[in-house]
């Protein structure tokens, strides 16, 4: 009975496009990761010729003066030395190939299957070799590195010099078994047939007559039978060994077509080298994944930018100086004049100083000193007033002791301040590298550091402060910020200036970078009965936005944006790029005083719930009293600015902690994210900066109109009965009533969902469901109740009303 085998064809997976790097990218990164190999390669070589001359200046990297011996200057004497004498030894040359491998695995997109597995076995022979280096040649600590040299130190404290060996000998049988598929059937089947070979040859060269020739290939024929016949087939697959016994010769003689199958299996199975590949299957992709890689394929991701794709960022030119020494001047006078007072007046209260250190910064300039031993903190923080009595300064603040470190810290005024420029901090790289998704330059630190924060991670900053100490201008340091890093399409602002004055110079981009309700004339928000509207009005788009989320299965806006991007959500459902949107109030404090709770429950509830969605708060005011600055907005407000306060109870309002109040003014701030407090010298934009900001931003082709926010109708103007008209209503009235009465959840965002509608359009179809008696009244942000309870129901309703 003839054998039948029937060969299944296996399903090979879809082509997986990658959204990673592109071709160009990767030649790019495969020629830097090539070069840089050779670059180590030549290190490590010159290294073995020049690490004596090159010993004494490795302390001396920065020094343009000093020159290495090494090929590659003081760069390959320093890597060198990390790699050969403090890392592996000569074992770190497996280093540059692995990278040479890897870089021209991705210069020539090759496939990556056995890259890691190639890392991985390299990175075992650099150990296995270091501790085999450090235990055979110890004299030689340059051939093991230190890491050899060490390990081997370490491991004979426990096992020995023979626990070592032993040891080694296990590593080198593990990776000749893994590795190189060692097996002894394998040595004994060679070394017969080297002997046989050498057989062969001896006989050969003693033999010269024909006859002895033919003899000798019988020999040679039969010993070789002799060998198959007694040396086991050895099989190697990916995981398993297994010996194939030799095939009698009764079996193959028992049927014909079984003696042909047999033969090929035995044919197949002489290979000793013989390895199995396997085949890895993934998971078939969804439909929309799959449509989605099409649509990447076919048009790129989505660019959300590309209705303006010509727009230019503002230059650094529009931004001013502000003098022209933009570093910071050391006094050494003064500096040693105030550390004379400081000890002096220390001294007099019998503390002593072990070391004093200063650190100057634009504004303020930080002694930092450590007192004798046994000295209590709180006996120098008592002495705040006595030092700023000594040194006839203003706003000396003492921090006992600093976070992380074991000292305390006096700050102290400088007597010539030097003022922070916008343009200095915009032009800093921390700035201008910066990977945030909402940067924000505030300053500088006492050291002299730019200070930029994420306002997506803070998630809602509070800035308080007195008058004319620097809040308006934090606010203009904090929008020109975005305006110099973000796109129109990334990013809108909501404002609100119940002064007037303050913000009506962002009015230039009203249709670039502003949000406003539907039937609101300006942009900027002036008046505070339509606060409340726009604040309501931005629940509602969280409201929005959180079902979009909820449609596309993501945590957050930036998952969200993502996926869009990738053209996995379909613009037909409802789905658009959402931009991040930062609502900056000027004056908190006016809004209280004349709305009250209307304004803090709906700032409350975005302060809670709108981190997520994108949604940012900032709020200012002049008055940090524990009614405008409420427990609840406090909790949900961890990022907090103070300028200068009169009191250290406002102090303690805003920060929890004083120092507040021994600020000196002119933008001088204190910051906190909820852990340590920084001072922070703010930086300075003048109205002529912003001006020429805005302009430059305003004259670039710009949207049609400003993002219109979802629109809000108050309780007292919910509009019942204007459109009760039967012959007014809109043509999807019907459908949309039967979405809501089916879902039981009188929403407009449902509609607009359910029939791909505009949420004006849906807004307006709500209001005839309500004068219909279909949907209840408008409950703020919370979605109406349905009145009609099923199907059978909605239909009595509208036959009543046509009798």
Same mark, same amino acid.
């Given at each position: 009975?003839?054998?039948?085998?029937?060969?299944?064809?296996?399903?090979?997976?879809?082509?997986?496009?990658?959204?990673?790097?592109?071709?160009?990218?990767?030649?790019?990164?495969?020629?830097?990761?090539?070069?840089?190999?050779?670059?180590?390669?030549?290190?490590?070589?010159?290294?073995?010729?020049?690490?004596?001359?090159?010993?004494?200046?490795?302390?001396?990297?920065?020094?343009?003066?000093?020159?290495?011996?090494?090929?590659?200057?003081?760069?390959?004497?320093?890597?060198?030395?990390?790699?050969?004498? *403090?890392?592996?030894?000569?074992?770190?040359?497996?280093?540059?190939?692995?990278?040479?491998?890897?870089?021209?695995?991705?210069?020539?997109?090759?496939?990556? /299957?056995?890259?890691?597995?190639?890392?991985?076995?390299?990175?075992?022979?650099?150990?296995?070799?270091?501790?085999?280096?450090?235990?055979?040649?110890?004299?030689?600590?340059?051939?093991?590195?230190?890491?050899?040299?060490?390990?081997?130190?370490?491991?004979?404290?426990?096992?020995?010099?023979?626990?070592?060996?032993?040891?080694?000998?296990?590593?080198?049988?593990?990776?000749?078994?893994?590795?190189?598929?060692? &097996?002894?059937?394998?040595?004994?089947?060679?070394?017969?047939?080297?002997?046989?070979?050498?057989?062969?040859?001896?006989?050969?060269?003693?033999?010269?007559?024909?006859?002895?020739?033919?003899?000798?290939?019988?020999?040679?024929?039969?010993?070789?039978?002799?060998?198959?016949?007694?040396?086991?087939?050895?099989?190697?697959?990916?995981?398993?060994?297994?010996?194939?016994?030799?095939?009698?010769?009764?079996?193959?003689?028992?049927?014909?077509?079984?003696?042909? &199958?047999?033969?090929?299996?035995?044919?197949?199975?002489?290979?000793?080298?013989?390895?199995?590949?396997?085949?890895?299957?993934?998971?078939? *992709?969804? =439909?929309?994944?799959?449509?989605?890689?099409?649509?990447? =394929?076919?048009?790129?991701?989505?660019?959300?930018?590309?209705?303006?794709?010509?727009?230019?960022?503002?230059?650094?030119?529009?931004?001013?100086?502000?003098?022209?020494?933009?570093?910071?001047?050391?006094?050494?006078?003064?500096?040693?004049?105030?550390?004379?007072?400081?000890?002096?007046?220390?001294?007099?209260?019998?503390?002593?100083?072990?070391?004093?250190?200063?650190?100057?910064?634009?504004?303020?300039?930080?002694?930092?000193?450590?007192?004798?031993?046994?000295?209590?903190?709180?006996?120098?923080? /008592?002495?705040?007033?006595?030092?700023?009595?000594?040194?006839?300064?203003?706003?000396?603040?003492?921090?006992?002791?600093?976070?992380?470190?074991?000292?305390?810290?006096?700050?102290?005024?400088?007597?010539?301040?030097?003022?922070?420029?916008?343009?200095?901090?915009?032009?800093?790289?921390?700035?201008?590298?910066?990977?945030?998704?909402?940067?924000?330059?505030?300053?500088?630190?006492?050291?002299?550091?730019?200070?930029?924060?994420?306002?997506?991670?803070?998630?809602?900053?509070?800035?308080?402060?007195?008058?004319?100490?620097?809040?308006?201008?934090?606010?203009?340091?904090?929008?020109?910020?975005?305006?110099?890093?973000?796109?129109?399409?990334?990013?809108?602002?909501?404002?609100?200036?119940?002064?007037?004055?303050?913000? &009506?110079?962002?009015?230039?981009?009203?249709?670039?970078?502003?949000?406003?309700?539907?039937?609101?004339?300006?942009?900027?928000?002036?008046?505070?009965?339509?606060?409340?509207?726009?604040?309501?009005?931005?629940?509602?788009?969280?409201?929005?936005?959180?079902?979009?989320?909820?449609?596309?299965?993501?945590?957050?806006?930036?998952?969200?944006?993502?996926?869009?991007?990738?053209?996995?959500? /379909?613009?037909?459902?409802?789905?658009?790029?959402?931009?991040?949107?930062?609502?900056?109030?000027?004056?908190?404090?006016?809004?209280?005083?004349?709305?009250?709770?209307?304004?803090?429950?709906?700032?409350?509830?975005?302060?809670?719930?709108?981190?997520?969605?994108?949604?940012?708060?900032?709020?200012?005011?002049?008055?940090?009293?524990?009614?405008?600055?409420?427990?609840?907005?406090?909790?949900?407000?961890?990022?907090?600015?103070?300028?200068?306060?009169?009191?250290?109870?406002?102090?303690?309002?805003?920060?929890?902690?004083?120092?507040?109040?021994?600020?000196?003014?002119?933008?001088?701030?204190?910051?906190?994210?909820?852990?340590?407090?920084?001072?922070?010298?703010?930086?300075?934009?003048?109205?002529?900066?912003?001006?020429?900001?805005?302009?430059?931003?305003?004259?670039?082709?710009?949207?049609?109109?400003?993002?219109?926010?979802?629109?809000?109708?108050?309780?007292?103007?919910?509009?019942?009965?204007?459109?009760?008209?039967?012959?007014?209503?809109?043509?999807?009235?019907?459908?949309?009533?039967?979405?809501?009465?089916?879902?039981?959840?009188?929403?407009?965002?449902?509609?607009?969902?359910?029939?791909?509608?505009?949420?004006?359009?849906?807004?307006?179809?709500?209001?005839?469901?309500?004068?219909?008696?279909?949907?209840?009244?408008? =409950?703020?942000?919370?979605?109406?109740?349905?009145?009609?309870?099923?199907?059978?129901?909605?239909?009595?309703?509208?036959?009543?009303?046509?009798?």
């Amino acid at each position: 009975m003839a054998k039948q085998t029937s060969k299944k064809k296996a399903a090979t997976p879809k082509k997986k496009r990658s959204l990673g790097l592109s071709k160009q990218n990767k030649i790019l990164l495969g020629s830097v990761i090539m070069l840089f190999a050779i670059a180590l390669f030549f290190s490590f070589t010159s290294f073995y010729f020049t690490w004596q001359e090159d010993q004494s200046l490795l302390s001396e990297f920065a020094n343009r003066n000093e020159q290495a011996q090494n090929l590659l200057n003081k760069f390959g004497a320093s890597i060198g030395h990390l790699f050969l004498y *403090k890392g592996f030894g000569v074992s770190s040359f497996i280093v540059p190939i692995l990278l040479f491998l890897s870089g021209l695995t991705l210069f020539f997109s090759l496939p990556k /299957n056995g890259l890691i597995k190639k890392w991985i076995w390299g990175l075992l022979f650099i150990l296995w070799f270091s501790i085999a280096f450090g235990f055979f040649a110890a004299k030689w600590p340059l051939l093991g590195g230190l890491v050899g040299y060490e390990m081997n130190d370490f491991l004979q404290d426990y096992v020995g010099k023979i626990g070592v060996l032993l040891l080694l000998i296990f590593g080198l049988i593990f990776i000749l078994v893994r590795l190189f598929k060692f &097996t002894p059937e394998n040595v004994l089947l060679y070394f017969k047939q080297k002997k046989t070979a050498l057989s062969e040859e001896f006989s050969s060269t003693t033999d010269a007559t024909d006859s002895t020739d033919a003899a000798k290939e019988d020999k040679k024929s039969s010993v070789t039978e002799k060998v198959k016949e007694e040396a086991p087939v050895v099989v190697e697959t990916y995981t398993h060994k297994e010996k194939i016994p030799p095939i009698e010769k009764e079996v193959v003689k028992e049927d014909n077509s079984f003696e042909v &199958t047999v033969a090929k299996e035995e044919e197949e199975l002489i290979p000793d080298n013989l390895d199995m590949q396997v085949e890895k299957v993934t998971e078939e *992709k969804e =439909e929309t994944d799959n449509l989605a890689d099409k649509l990447v =394929e076919d048009f790129g991701e989505f660019d959300p930018t590309l209705e303006l794709a010509n727009y230019k960022f503002p230059h650094i030119d529009l931004l001013d100086q502000h003098g022209a020494n933009t570093g910071i001047t050391i006094n050494q006078e003064e500096l040693e004049e105030n550390k004379n007072k400081i000890v002096e007046t220390l001294k007099n209260y019998k503390i002593g100083i072990a070391q004093i250190k200063a650190t100057i910064g634009p504004t303020v300039t930080l002694y930092e000193i450590v007192p004798d031993a046994g000295v209590r903190i709180s006996k120098i923080k /008592n002495l705040e007033d006595d030092i700023a009595l000594s040194l006839a300064a203003l706003g000396i603040r003492i921090i006992a002791p600093i976070p992380g470190k074991g000292t305390i810290g006096i700050e102290v005024p400088n007597k010539n301040p030097s003022i922070v420029s916008m343009r200095s901090v915009i032009a800093s790289s921390r700035f201008q590298k910066a990977e945030m998704e909402l940067p924000i330059a505030f300053g500088k630190t006492i050291s002299n550091e730019t200070l930029v924060v994420d306002l997506a991670k803070m998630p809602h900053l509070l800035m308080a402060g007195a008058t004319g100490q620097g809040k308006s201008v934090g606010l203009n340091a904090v929008l020109t910020s975005l305006l110099y890093k973000k796109h129109p399409a990334e990013v809108k602002f909501v404002l609100v200036d119940p002064k007037k004055v303050e913000l &009506t110079l962002f009015n230039k981009i009203e249709r670039h970078f502003l949000a406003k309700l539907p039937d609101s004339e300006d942009a900027i928000i002036t008046d505070n009965a339509k606060v409340i509207n726009t604040l309501n009005s931005l629940c509602i788009e969280m409201d929005n936005r959180y079902e979009l989320l909820k449609a596309a299965m993501v945590r957050n806006i930036k998952e969200y944006n993502v996926k869009f991007k990738a053209r996995k959500l /379909n613009p037909n459902d409802g789905h658009m790029f959402l931009p991040y949107i930062v609502l900056v109030i000027d004056e908190f404090a006016d809004l209280i005083m004349t709305a009250g709770k209307e304004v803090e429950t709906p700032i409350a509830r975005l302060a809670q719930l709108a981190r997520a969605i994108g949604i940012h708060l900032i709020i200012a005011t002049q008055r940090p009293s524990v009614n405008v600055i409420t427990g609840i907005i406090k909790a949900n407000f961890p990022a907090r600015i103070a300028f200068r306060v009169t009191s250290k109870i406002d102090s303690r309002t805003i920060l929890d902690a004083q120092g507040a109040d021994q600020l000196i003014g002119r933008g001088d701030m204190l910051y906190t994210q909820g852990n340590d407090v920084i001072r922070v010298q703010c930086a300075f934009v003048d109205t002529p900066e912003v001006e020429k900001i805005t302009g430059y931003i305003g004259s670039q082709r710009a949207y049609a109109e400003a993002l219109l926010l979802p629109e809000y109708v108050g309780p007292d103007e919910s509009g019942t009965g204007i459109d009760n008209n039967i012959s007014d209503r809109d043509i999807l009235f019907r459908d949309a009533a039967e979405v809501i009465v089916i879902a039981q959840q009188g929403s407009a965002s449902l509609i607009q969902r359910k029939l791909k509608l505009g949420y004006n359009r849906a807004g307006r179809i709500i209001d005839q469901l309500e004068a219909a008696g279909i949907v209840g009244h408008f =409950e703020g942000s919370k979605a109406r109740q349905v009145l009609v309870p099923d199907m059978m129901a909605l239909d009595q309703l509208l036959d009543n009303e046509k009798k």
